[in-house]
């Protein structure tokens, strides 16, 4: 008989036990997660301006420069070019978060995919990452008679050769002069940051926010009403 009772106790204490220990591991894990993002996901990034960045620079270090510049948070995006042949460049923004030099999957911010598709043309493609996963822009047509930095249009001369084959990423030691450059633009042009301006290039895919019918700015002729100096003519009877 006494052994009878003693054998629910000892089970029922091994499930407390147990399901106490489950819990502390999942509160280690939330714990984990909660951490395991240290980029300012608040700040908006003008893809536009991105896009065009890298229209215009003259090679990598320009345009990480241009590109933190256009970026308003805190934290330094790094950046890596890579040819992977004579067609086709990748270039990825990155928060080099462990400051390695690399780029992995969750420090993405966005990619540039450019390919050459004919004699003088070529055509880019950009894609936001974690935070900016909504932005996918259209496929951009580029041609050599454009304004174009030397980055872009070398690939459409006819001996071009793959710089890039071996990437170029930005230095971990150049992340302080990229915030001090920084620093300098935005002190002496304020007026410059501006994040009320979003994208218009890109598309916000399943996403409802995206859409912008009816956004209430009309056009010159939408004035509904008397115009305000014919407010005191008065309206004439018509005589058949």
């Not at 400051?99 to 050459?116: A, H, L, N, Y």
């Not at 890039?164 to 302080?176: D, F, G, M």
């Amino acid at each position: 008989m006494q052994t009878k009772t003693i054998l629910p106790v000892v089970v029922l204490t091994a499930l407390a036990v147990a399901a106490s220990g489950c819990g502390k591991s999942g509160t280690s894990e939330r714990s984990g997660e909660r951490w395991a993002t240290t980029e300012n996901t608040n700040v908006d990034l003008d893809f536009d301006k991105i896009n065009e960045a890298y229209k215009t620079a003259e090679g990598p270090e320009d345009f990480e420069r241009r590109v933190n510049e256009i970026y308003t948070g805190s934290e330094v995006i790094s950046v890596a070019v890579q040819d992977l042949d004579a067609k086709t460049q990748v270039v990825t923004g990155f928060f080099d978060k462990n400051s390695d030099g690399g780029v992995q999957d969750p420090e993405k911010v966005f990619t540039i995919r450019r390919d050459v598709s004919g004699e003088g043309t070529a055509q880019i493609q950009t894609s936001g990452y974690g935070a900016y996963g909504y932005y996918h822009s259209p496929l951009m047509g580029i041609a050599s008679g454009m304004l174009l930095g030397s980055m872009l249009s070398s690939a459409f001369r006819p001996n071009y050769v793959p710089v890039y084959t071996q990437p170029y990423t930005t230095p971990p030691n150049r992340a302080s002069d990229l915030r001090s450059q920084r620093d300098s633009y935005r002190a002496s042009s304020p007026s410059g940051v501006d994040n009320s301006k979003s994208s218009q290039t890109g598309r916000r895919y399943n996403n409802a926010g995206g859409s912008r019918f009816g956004s209430g700015r009309s056009g010159a002729g939408s004035r509904f009403g008397v115009r305000r100096g014919e407010r005191g003519r008065r309206p004439e009877r018509l005589v058949a």
